[in-house]
């Protein structure tokens, strides 16, 4: 049971490994659970999440770091292209 647990949480997407988490805190405190019933109910999860769209979906959080980037990457480009047409002005 220890292998499935490890398996399921070494996964990338936070919805699914936060339901295994909870699945694995139930496990230890107690609750019956059989490796088939974890596989079934992980595979059900998982099923879940692809049919909404959800799967391996960009948190909030990751969603501004890629806006801030993006931006970021404009401005520096931006000033790149200013900086050498200054340049080219000042060497004329």
């Known amino acids: 049971m220890a292998n499935l647990f490890k398996g399921y949480l070494a996964e990338l997407d936070k919805e699914f490994t936060t339901y295994i988490k ?41 969603k501004e770091i890629l806006a ?4 970021l990457e404009s401005i520096t480009k931006k000033k790149k292209s200013e900086r050498k047409k200054n340049a080219k002005r000042s060497s004329n």
Do not use: C, P
Not at 68 to 71: E, K, Q
């Open 22 to 62: 909870q699945k694995k805190n139930d496990y230890e405190e107690g609750q019956d659970l059989q490796e088939y019933d974890l596989m079934t109910m992980a595979e059900n999860k998982f099923k879940s999440l692809v049919h909404s769209g959800e799967w391996n979906a960009q948190s909030k959080e990751q």
């Open 68 to 71: 801030l980037t993006a931006t």
